[in-house]
């Protein structure tokens, strides 16, 4: 008989007790055929063609399917409700959950290893693999055979997302100057005019946008891009420019009258969103911890949440972004450097800006060149330049450019303490809360903790609480240039205050001292000028000005000045001062010319011999008077 199996059952009729011999050889033949097809298919134990449940010696294969892409199925039960396929006595599938499990058998995700060593390894080949070990405290630990672990982003992780082309080829507006050819490539030549290009593209306000270019061909000139009320002046070459509107104004390009060369490829797209974080760690409450971004080019680092999350690629940026919300919202920035939560925050397209500190350079947008280290070092500055402000709130709330500065609420307050100082351009404020005077202030020097300025172009150093005299070494001179021709002007001014509820009384005074070293001693006093009060009351207030010289003993006065509310007076070696000396008093008549004889006036007369001896009486008073005088001056003893 021709055996079906195993390609369909065989149909074998067993004989009936009634049924004949005849044909019993056949039924024998058949079943004997029958088994013997059994047999090829489940073969021998030497070569087992079905799988055996109780093994093979050698082991055994299990094949799917014979013809090309034919599925093997292992299923854990034919009930709808699945259970486990057990892979030896530590691992399983969970078929219901579609867990894998390697080293448990009640896997608890889609692929769960279980060691108490490596736990997973992927490799090219035996040799360079990467391993992933997770040690008994929950410390993982990756290692690549290679010594490099890459991230590789995407598109996303590279930029921003942009939003579609703004500008189509019919919005352009080509004025005298330009030429058009082919569509959307403008030439201008070398004297054609300072026109701008323009077009009628809508601009959203208060919206990043992308702006780039190619320029080819230049031999000379400029030209500047301006779009929602923002800017880029003198561009040369190729670029990107990533303002953030604040108008609807639509895009204009002017050229310089001398640019000479080909504009092409401008395109103008809104930034839709940030860019996708490369790595990011997150709280046990999946919050959002820190982010790694790769977005912008090659020489950008961005590290924290949101940190650079906008910055465009551009050749040479620079940027560096590490805290939450560093730099979040910069373009196209260049060399700029922000440390701190929130530092740089409102950073567009700012400049060499070195911003270090919680919410340092906060309101920083365009500016450049500005240094601010400190927690909300340099916070309101805009768009100015050259400010540094280091220490905590210094220079919180200037606007203004070019200024300096440094120590805890320097350049934070005016003079009353509590007023914000907004603008003092070119001024510079050294210590703990040194202030200005004003919004006046400009190129002024205000040097000491809480010292407070005069005003614009002048010098502040030390506060009203120096009670020690500070000492400058190296020789100095206090120039002092104005217009002023004719007249005396004040060049430097000392001053002696009284601290807290004290009042000036007589004897207070500023007083200038000058010291050379002796054979032993550095500093040693030589001589001073000390201004002081005879009388303190301010509506009768008069003055004493004394100079003097000293010895290893004391100071020797030689030479006093006063004012008495009147008139100047004068005293030497110490003595009291007095007012200017009268004219002498004492008169007479001139003594006789000498010889003999009356005509000639001579001395033999009793009359010519009394005038003699009145004249020199007369002579002897007067140098009596002169010697009072002398001595009321303190000239003679």
């Known amino acids: 008989m021709t055996i079906l199996f195993p390609a369909s059952l065989d149909s074998l009729t067993n004989p009936a007790a009634t049924d004949s011999r005849i044909g019993h050889a056949a039924q024998h033949a058949d079943v004997n055929d029958a088994i013997e097809a059994i047999e090829a298919q489940i073969g021998t134990t030497a070569a087992p063609v079905l799988a055996r449940l109780g093994g093979v010696a050698g082991g055994q294969t299990l094949n799917g399917g014979t013809a090309a892409s034919e599925t093997l199925t292992l299923a854990s039960t034919a009930h709808a409700t699945k259970g486990k396929i057990n892979l030896g006595a530590a691992s399983a599938y969970d078929e219901l959950a579609a867990r894998l499990g390697v080293g448990t058998l009640s896997p608890s995700a889609k692929i769960h290893g279980l060691a108490t060593t490596e736990q997973l390894r992927l490799g090219y080949d035996v040799a360079n693999y990467l391993s992933a070990t997770v040690a008994a405290s929950g410390v993982t630990t990756f290692a690549a055979t290679g010594g490099t672990i890459i991230i590789q982003g995407t598109a996303a992780t590279d930029g921003p997302t942009l939003g579609g082309e703004l500008l189509t080829t019919a919005g352009w507006t080509v004025p005298g100057g330009w030429t058009e050819s082919p569509d959307d490539v403008f030439t201008h030549a070398n004297g054609g005019g300072a026109n701008a290009l323009s077009h009628s593209a809508t601009i959203a306000n208060s919206t990043k946008h992308q702006i780039s270019w190619t320029i080819s061909g230049r031999t000379t000139g400029s030209v500047t891009f301006a779009v929602g009320g923002q800017s880029l002046a003198t561009q040369t070459a190729s670029g990107i420019f990533g303002p953030t509107t604040t108008s609807t104004s639509g895009l204009v390009i002017t050229p310089t009258n001398d640019f000479d060369g080909v504009l092409s490829s401008v395109s103008l797209r809104q930034i839709t969103s940030g860019s996708t974080a490369l790595v990011q760690g997150k709280t046990s409450g999946a919050v959002s911890g820190w982010e790694i971004r790769a977005c912008g080019i090659i020489g950008n680092t961005f590290f924290g949440t949101q940190a650079g ?152 150093l ?164 002169l010697e009072s005088k002398l001595q009321s001056l303190g000239l003679l003893t």
Do not use: M
């Open 462 to 625: 030390g506060t009203i609480n120096q009670t020690t005299a500070a000492t400058i070494y190296g020789a100095g001179t206090h120039s002092l240039t104005d217009a002023t021709t004719n007249a005396a002007v004040t060049v430097e001014t000392l001053t002696k205050n009284v601290t807290g509820a004290g009042v000036g009384a007589a004897g207070l005074g500023p007083r200038l001292v000058f010291a050379a070293e002796s054979s032993t001693t550095n500093d040693t006093q030589q001589a001073d000028i000390t201004a002081t009060w005879t009388d303190a009351t301010h509506a009768s207030r008069k003055s004493r000005l004394a100079l003097s010289a000293s010895d290893s003993a004391a100071a020797r006065e030689g030479l006093r000045i006063e004012a008495d509310g009147s008139v100047a007076r004068l005293g030497f070696f110490g003595a009291t001062a007095v007012v200017k000396p009268t004219a002498l008093t004492a008169a007479v008549a001139a003594a006789p010319a000498g010889g003999t004889g009356t005509a000639a006036g001579g001395w033999d007369t009793a009359g010519n011999r009394d005038l003699a001896i009145a004249t020199i009486n007369n002579l002897k008073t007067r140098v009596d008077q």
């Open 309 to 460: 999350q906008f910055a465009l690629s551009q050749s040479g940026a620079g940027l560096t972004a590490i805290g939450q919300n560093a730099l979040p919202v910069a373009t196209t920035a260049l060399r700029t450097t922000a440390v701190g939560r929130q530092s740089g925050f409102s950073v567009s397209t700012s400049k060499d800006a070195t911003l270090i500190g919680v919410n340092a350079g906060f309101s920083l947008t365009t500016g450049s060149q500005v240094s601010a280290l400190g927690a909300t070092a340099a916070f309101s500055i805009t768009t100015g330049t050259d400010l540094t402000a280091v220490g905590f709130a210094a220079g919180y709330s200037l606007t203004s450019s070019t200024g300096t500065c440094i120590g805890s609420l320097a350049g934070r307050y005016q003079a009353d303490g509590s007023t914000a100082l907004t603008t003092a351009p070119n001024c510079t404020y050294v210590g703990y809360s040194a202030k200005g005077l004003n919004d006046s202030d400009s190129y002024s020097i205000v040097i000491g903790a809480n010292a407070v300025g005069l005003g614009a172009n002048t010098t502040v």
